[in-house]
Every structure is written in structure tokens, then in C-alpha cells.
């Protein structure tokens, strides 16, 4: 069964402290891992499609990296209005259905 | 463009009542999702459609029932509510075909409390 795990469940960063969220994934035949961004009572945003190990994607200041077991959302100098709950989802391949993760939830304080 | 609207934002269902939950795609997507969000939970895919007149079950689809007459339209009805169909629901969308396939975009989600 495929599955995915998040961690940690929140973060809190200060301004400017860089950091990491982890996405532990199992699926059988990858193909893509989604990353999305959820603000509080709206959808999720789409953000990154990775589709195979060390393949790397950026926007602004996150950028999105992929093992064959792990994918990590890099936030470098973080601002206030990067607080939202990031989620993972994985893809196996000829499927159309997501697994998702639990999300983390980045809090970004002033 | 407005991408996936969703009707209604919020509601309060009694027990054993009956709602159609409304979701409309304008991006000519043949692929529409319904899932359902809870606290603590990731995202459960309920239904899904590969097209007009074509629908499948997720993972979590008792107590639901979806259909697709038109490629824009892919409501959700719940026929007996329950309790622990208090959720918070998101409609999806994404293109297929070709060998290509799309990222799922999502509309903003119904809120649905059953008391």
C-alpha cells in the first residue's frame, strides 16, 4: 500500500531561520511526488511536481528535492506569509489517484 | 477562468437529510476528483471521473454518490447524512490524455457539519 509521511507534524520558525520539512514516501513505480501549500479554509495550492530521484525545483523561496525514498521542502529566510500547511502527495505510476501526507504546519513568526 | 468553484462554501445538515455538493471546472479537465479532508487525516480520495458518464470509487466512498453528465459538472450527493460525514470536502481537477498528464488543481472546498 502506498503510503506518506510528513514530519514534523509544526514548525515554528522565526523570520529569516531556515529550515526543512521531510516527506517519507513508499509507492510502488513513482510517478511524481506533489508538493502543495494549504492556507487555512482554502484549497490546496500546487507548488512542485518531482518526478524522479535528484531531480530539484524552486520557487522563490522554497525549493523542492526528491530521493528514491524521501523528498524535502527547503524554506530559505522565511517570510510571515509563508505560514500555511505544506502537503505531500505521491503518484504510482498508471494510476491517476494521490496519496497524501498529514501536512506540516509552518508557523513564521515576525 | 475561474478554474474549480465549489458550492456551497458552508452547511449544516441534520441527520438523515440529503445534499448535493456542486463542483464546475472551466478548464476543460477530463479528469474530476472528490475528497474528503479531515482534521489530522491527509486528503481521502471519495470518487473520481475519467470523463462524461464514467465515475469510479476511491477509497472512501460509502454513504456517497457521484455522476457526470457534462465534462465542466461532477456533483457529490450525500443521501443519508451521518455524523461522520462531517468533513470538509475539496473538488480536483486535471488533464489526461496522450501520455500527458496534469497536476490536480483543487477548488476551495464545502464545509459540511452533520448534527
Known amino acids: ?110 | 477562468n475561474a478554474g474549480v468553484t465549489q458550492t456551497p462554501k458552508f452547511r449544516i445538515l441534520k441527520i438523515g437529510q440529503s445534499m448535493t455538493l456542486q463542483c464546475t471546472q472551466d478548464m476543460n479537465h477530463n479528469y474530476m476528483y472528490w475528497y474528503r479532508q479531515d482534521p489530522g487525516m491527509g486528503l481521502k480520495l471519495i470518487y473520481y471521473s475519467v470523463g462524461a458518464g464514467i465515475t469510479d470509487k476511491g477509497e472512501v466512498p460509502n454513504g456517497y454518490n457521484v455522476s457526470r453528465s457534462t465534462t465542466e459538472d461532477f456533483p457529490l450527493r450525500l443521501e443519508l447524512a451521518a455524523p461522520s460525514q462531517t468533513s470538509v470536502y475539496f473538488c480536483a481537477s486535471s488533464y489526461s490524455g496522450g501520455g500527458y498528464q496534469e497536476t490536480q488543481y483543487f477548488g476551495p472546498g464545502t464545509r459540511l457539519l452533520v448534527l
Request: hydrophobic letters at 30%.
Open chain 1, 1 to 110: 500500500e502506498d503510503q506518506v509521511t510528513q514530519s514534523p507534524e509544526a514548525l515554528r520558525l522565526q523570520e529569516g531561520e531556515s529550515s526543512s520539512l521531510n516527506c517519507s514516501y513508499t509507492v510502488s513505480g513513482l510517478r511524481g511526488l506533489f508538493w502543495y501549500r494549504q492556507d487555512p479554509g482554502k484549497g490546496p495550492e500546487f507548488l512542485f511536481t518531482l518526478y524522479s530521484a535528484g531531480e530539484e525545483k524552486e520557487k522563490e523561496r522554497l525549493k523542492a528535492t526528491l530521493t528514491k525514498k524521501e523528498s524535502f521542502l527547503h524554506i530559505t529566510a522565511p517570510k510571515p506569509e509563508d505560514s500555511a500547511t505544506y502537503l505531500c502527495a505521491v503518484q504510482r505510476a498508471g494510476f491517476q489517484k494521490l496519496v497524501f501526507g498529514t501536512g506540516t504546519r509552518l508557523l513564521v513568526s515576525p
